[in-house]
Nanobody, 126 residues
């Protein structure tokens, strides 16, 4: 398992952009499949995007609700995965979590990951 720390959340207006970061510990970051999930108040955690271990971002798997607005990327030299969020909507308001699992991917389900960050709050005002 790896230790994950998210950052970059905040309060923005609808239509704005925000970039989240997830820094991972360990020396084999490039071998981990990574994912972003989110959980809004009173709702279940939902999948946002996943990228496979050593996979190209061109083959990342996005939830329909964010496709075309959100982009995942990873910098293996910095052990960091990013989530660029553009054209933010009120309904994107949630706590965003980074997740990781060794190998494989991309995965859509939370149970497929075994490492989670503490989450970062994203609030979009309408």
């Amino acid at each position: 398992q790896v230790q994950l720390v998210e950052s970059g959340g905040g309060l923005v207006q609808a239509g704005d952009s925000l970039r989240l970061s997830c820094a991972a510990s360990g020396r084999t970051f490039s071998s981990y499949s990574m994912g972003w999930f989110r959980q809004a108040p009173g709702k279940e955690r939902e999948f946002v995007v996943g990228i496979s271990a050593r996979g190209s971002i061109a083959y990342a798997d996005y939830a329909d609700s964010v496709k075309g607005r959100f982009t995942i990327s990873r910098d293996n030299a910095k052990n960091t995965v990013y989530l660029q969020m553009n054209s933010l909507k009120f309904e994107d308001t949630a706590v965003y979590y980074c997740a990781a699992v060794y190998g494989g991917g991309p995965y859509r389900h939370g149970y497929e990951y075994n490492s989670w960050g503490q989450g970062t709050q994203v609030t979009v005002s309408s």
